[in-house]
């Protein structure tokens, strides 16, 4: 079975929502972009328990609007200056904010490659779809045309009776305008092939664990035999308990009928009407008690929490993954897949689930986790304004598209939960200013603390300004900001190679005239510090360039040997740590590119840098 396509109107955080995929699907982007209410949609069509709990207000869509009220005074001497006037008399137009709730949420997926036993249960209700995973209403759709089964999940809220209604329908055969609803059977929602993720609790024998479900499905008679005798151990062992000397004897006292506890009864009680029993007795009260302790080493059994995150969310995921290859065409559904373990594993454990056969939806922080997935399969979501927005990169048309979505990997997933990316054109470049962020020192706050991420343009074959306009269209493509941060070598600027820069960032910040990321190193440093810096050089098997130097030929000398060595970051270091300061065209550079990737910024989009003592060409 396989999600191809997902609606949503009202439904939480999204005002408007849809979503077409045919494969597997990883979701990425900011904070408060949508994620887990993305999820939170998928779970309440396909998840069987969604319509036996309470249906939820939070579901439905609301937001803050402001109101003009008319406000009167009853005498002209106590209106306030503000609304004094000629009709101040009358009254003054006040503004208040108030919560709009939209009067419905819904969610509607469409589901395909549904299999024939799920297909025969629901004659009447199939609809054909078109290639890209929509219904074909056109009334023109061919004989062979792959069917396709429409739910939706509606949650409203009425009013006037101060009470929320869910349902779960078949939206062919509904009317909801007139509150006809063609209701889903739950027999139908229990043979949907789907698995969601539960990492935090993994192991658990009570009904909603995926360890119970598993167990089921592989023998249910051997499994409900080996539970009823769990029960009846466990209720005679706290019988035996009960029956002891020692207790039965306290047990007896505490509750005479000579003492406070006379009356708690319709007779006298004794030991023999206590029990100890986990939560209320019953077997699922039981099983709820019962958690997993595992012995992974010289200190025993411990409780699986006790061995930390990365142990319980690691068999937790595996014990998913056997439930999806028991599954024939599940869907496997997942937030925040990858937090609690580390990068080898969540990498492998997503390409697992990923080669288990149905079909993935899985959202993540992780890049380890979005390496696993094809570019076409990653959506990343932002937000602007309030308003959300989903994003993904188009098909490659050419081979020059082809080599830049290699940056996808190597650069723009780190910074998936970024909003801005400052896209530099080189590794010198970059190493030398995310140095420099680092070492700023407070009240200074890093670009990180702006939502900002530095990358490169460099994939591993050569970067430079021709491929910054590569790099700024695949990044915008995934809704990022973009803000382009340039060297001013004449060599290399030309007006056409400038423009297209400008065209494809959001924003443009040049170094000062005559300047690459060398000479925007060293200009306005103290020969003696400049010389101090250059000792570290010996350090990484490289000459001392400033040794017999003049102190006017420093920079220079200096330029040369960054630019054929590339140790711009441990000199970089040495000159901050003897100067306590950045450099001033550095520092400068990274004040303007967090001006720049503000998202609110909306003044000129290129700033050319200046500084009043370079060092001579």
């Not at 004794?270 to 200190?299: C, E, K, N, Y």
């Not at 700024?472 to 803000?483: E, I, S, Y």
Request: aromatic share 4%; glycine share 8%.
């Amino acid at each position: 079975m396989r999600v191809s396509r997902l609606r949503a109107t009202n439904f939480r955080g999204w005002s408007q929502l849809d979503l077409k995929r045919s494969g597997d699907v990883v979701i990425v982007g900011e904070p408060r972009a949508g994620r887990t209410d993305l999820i939170a949609a998928l779970t309440r069509v396909l998840d069987p328990r969604s319509t036996r709990l309470s249906p939820n207000m939070s579901d439905i869509h609301q937001h803050l609007a402001s109101e003009v009220q008319a406000a009167t005074f009853a005498d002209a001497g106590s209106v306030p200056e503000t609304a004094q006037g000629a009709d101040a008399s009358a009254g003054a137009a006040t503004m208040s904010m108030s919560i709009e709730r939209a009067a419905f949420a819904e969610v509607e997926l469409t589901l395909r490659e549904l299999g024939s036993d799920i297909e025969q249960e629901v004659p009447g209700v199939l609809e054909p779809t078109t290639a890209d995973g929509e219904v074909d209403d056109s009334g023109h759709a061919g004989p062979t045309a792959p069917l396709g089964l429409r739910l939706t999940y509606r949650v409203a809220y009425d009013a006037a009776a101060d009470a929320l209604t869910h349902v779960l329908y078949f939206p062919a055969l509904s009317n909801p305008d007139s509150e006809q609803f063609a209701r889903v059977p739950s027999s139908l929602r229990l043979m949907l092939p789907v698995v969601f993720l539960d990492a935090a609790r993994p192991l658990q024998l009570r009904a909603e664990g995926l360890l119970r479900r598993l167990l089921t499905e592989r023998d249910p008679d051997a499994v409900s035999t080996a539970l009823r005798a769990l029960e009846s151990q466990i209720v005679d062992a706290a019988g035996a308990l009960s029956k002891t000397a020692v207790l039965a004897g306290l047990l007896n006292a505490i509750l005479s009928d000579a003492g406070p506890a006379r009356r708690v009864g319709d007779r006298p009680l004794t030991a023999d009407d206590v029990q100890f029993l986990p939560d209320d007795g019953s077997l699922a009260g039981i099983l709820r008690a019962l958690q997993p302790l595992l012995s992974l080493d010289q200190a025993g059994h411990l409780a699986l929490t006790s061995h930390g995150s990365t142990t319980t969310a690691a068999i937790g995921a595996s014990e998913a993954l056997i439930l999806a290859k028991s599954t024939q065409g599940a869907v496997i559904i997942g937030d925040d897949f990858g937090e609690g373990l580390d990068g080898p594993s969540a990498e492998h454990l997503a390409a697992a689930m990923k080669a288990s056969g149905g079909q993935v939806w899985l959202t993540t922080r992780r890049a380890e986790v979005a390496r696993t997935f094809d570019v076409s399969e990653i959506v990343r979501l932002t937000r602007r304004g309030g308003a959300r927005s989903v994003h993904g990169v188009p098909t490659p048309a050419d081979k020059k598209e082809v080599a830049a979505q290699r940056h996808l990997q190597t650069q723009l997933l780190p910074a998936l939960t970024a909003r801005t990316v400052g896209i530099v054109e080189g590794r010198h470049d970059l190493t030398t200013y995310t140095a420099a962020d680092r070492l700023a020192k407070p009240p200074a706050l890093p670009l990180a603390g702006h939502g900002i991420q530095l990358i490169s343009a460099d994939s591993g074959d050569g970067g430079g300004t021709s491929q910054i306009p590569r790099v700024a269209a695949l990044a915008k493509a995934l809704g990022f900001r973009v803000v382009g941060l340039i060297d001013r070598d004449p060599a290399k600027n030309s007006e056409d190679v400038l423009q297209s820069i400008e065209d494809a960032c959001d924003a443009v910040v040049r170094l000062p005239e005559s300047m690459a990321i060398e000479r925007a190193l060293l200009a306005g440093a103290d020969p003696t510090d400049l010389r101090t810096a250059a000792a570290v050089m010996p350090s990484f098997g490289q000459q001392d360039p400033t040794v017999g130097e003049a102190e006017d030929e420093l920079p220079e000398v200096l330029r040369r040997a960054l630019h054929k060595n590339g140790l711009h970051e441990a000199f970089m270091a040495a000159l901050v740590a003897e100067s306590s300061k950045l450099p001033p065209v550095i520092r400068d550079a990274l004040d303007h590119v967090a001006m720049l990737g503000d998202l609110d910024y909306s003044g000129a989009k290129r700033i050319d840098l200046t500084f009043s003592t370079q060092p001579k060409a």
